[in-house]
């Protein structure tokens, strides 16, 4: 049995979609990124300009322990960069972009020095999400799931089943036509 749609279906995606786009808005003039450093490995994710960057990187050798925590770097244009404007520092690695997607093992990893320089980390490797793919998902997503809910609440207005569209005014338990119990909603 088809269910009706819910508002819920509409709020989810459109809370993704609405944070989505407040980060791009905010990323334009904002840079920020977190760093997590294990002695055997160091993680961040990279936050500027429409882009979303996760990386990993290895160091040379063992980090010593006061260098093993999370910090985090806030950073505005000119001192900000995406990742496709940091220095190629390993050339004869592999980069691959298309339409604002990268998976680079080239570039600085993105930390400016601060308890652990780049040229500490041995092989690292960046995947790059531009910000318009999930607000393209989580948009279209939205609008789609906008349209389903006013259509259901309008079929339901007109005394039609909310599902399929069945004309329910000779009704009064579920629809003869796919099964849906009829909600009370006052009307006669
Ligand atoms: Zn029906």
């Given amino acids: 049995?088809?269910?009706?749609?819910?508002?819920?279906?509409?709020?989810?995606?459109?809370?993704?979609?609405?944070?989505?786009?407040?980060?791009?808005?905010?990323?334009?003039?904002?840079?920020?990124?977190?760093?997590?450093?294990?002695?055997?490995?160091?993680?961040?994710?990279?936050?500027?300009?429409?882009?979303?960057?996760?990386?990993?990187?290895?160091?040379?050798?063992?980090?010593?322990?006061?260098?093993?925590?999370?910090?985090?770097?806030?950073?505005?244009?000119?001192?900000?960069?995406?990742?496709?404007?940091?220095?190629?520092?390993?050339?004869?690695?592999?980069?691959w972009a298309l339409a604002g997607?990268?998976?680079?093992?080239q570039r600085r990893f993105p930390t400016t020095g601060k308890s652990i320089l780049p040229s500490q980390l041995g092989p690292r490797v960046g995947v790059v999400i531009p910000l318009w793919f999930p607000a393209l998902i989580f948009g279209a997503w939205t609008y789609v799931a906008a349209r389903r809910y006013v259509r259901a609440t309008r079929r339901e207005q007109e005394g039609l089943c909310r599902v399929c569209g069945y004309d329910l005014r000779a009704t009064r338990d579920r629809c003869p036509e796919c099964g849906t119990p009829i909600v009370a909603t006052g009307a006669t």
């Fill in 101 to 105: 997607f990268m998976i680079t093992m």
């Fill in 1 to 95: 049995m088809k269910r009706a749609p819910s508002i819920v279906l509409v709020i989810l995606p459109g809370a993704v979609f609405l944070a989505v786009a407040a980060d791009w808005a905010r990323s334009v003039n904002n840079s920020e990124t977190f760093i997590l450093s294990r002695a055997k490995s160091v993680w961040a994710i990279d936050n500027f300009d429409g882009e979303i960057a996760f990386w990993r990187g290895t160091p040379l050798a063992d980090l010593p322990a006061i260098k093993q925590h999370w910090w985090h770097e806030h950073w505005e244009p000119p001192y900000a960069y995406k990742t496709a404007s940091f220095n190629v520092v390993s050339a004869r690695e592999s980069e």
